[in-house]
């Protein structure tokens, strides 16, 4: 964060600002002294491969709306000019708006929630953007190998409901709901909680800041986000404390390994 204010700071006399972002041109702030926009015509977004149905961050092309969004940044409050990496026949492929989330993420999460919320048929509910079949298909086959659904596809009790009271998807609240079975809840915990986090390894620097605090200095030392493992810290207590109230055991193998 503290890096990312610098992009509101102003400038020295006779330099200019570089901003080096991916969606920060379709952002609603405006940034002073934006003069030049140059968009490469792709974006990061969220999305589930339908032939092994795992969800990734997929560089994908961007819509016809994004590419007006990122020309508009520059010259908001003074004369620029937007360069498109990308011949306009290109342009003209583009779909026209971007793919809302839910029709291209893997569905169990919601569907497991509308279960919870006494929404059985689900594919009769109003979505603002209605998800494809074959997601809504692929996620209640899921559910039901997991067992939080039973043959009639509603939700099973116990193991369904405490899945829906997760902040997790389905896989991983599972996991956790079983390990106790296995002796290996608090790793489980551990290993659940850095999966929720994002850029916990940090590329190393010439020159990196040298923090007082022990703590963060050895995050610093070992290339590690202080606040990446912060975060997961705060989710690994969470989901013990939800642990505790379905009377899962808390166990840890402590090294211990399989014959």
Known sequence: MRFQLKAFDSTPHGTRKVVVATNIAEASVTIPGIAYVVDCGFVKLRAMNPDNGIETLMRLPISKSSAEQRAGRAGRIRPGKAYRLYPESQFEKLCEGTVPEIQRCHLAPVILQLKALGIQNVHKFHYLSRPPSWSMIAALELLFALGALDEKC??????????????????????????????????????????????????????????????????????????????????????????????????????????
């Open 154 to 259: 509603m939700l099973t009790n116990p193991l369904g409901l405490r899945m829906s009271e997760f902040p997790l998807p389905p896989m991983h609240s599972k996991c956790l709901l079983t390990s106790g079975d296995f002796g290996c809840s608090e790793e489980i915990a551990t290993i659940i909680a850095m999966l929720q986090v994002q850029d916990v390894f940090l590329t190393p620097t010439r020159s990196r800041h040298h923090a007082n605090n022990k703590s963060k200095k050895w995050c610093s030392d070992h290339f590690l986000n202080y606040r990446g493992l912060l975060r997961a810290e705060n989710v690994r207590a969470q989901l013990v404390r939800l642990l505790k109230r379905f009377d899962v055991p808390l166990v840890s193998t402590r090294g211990e390994t399989g014959e």
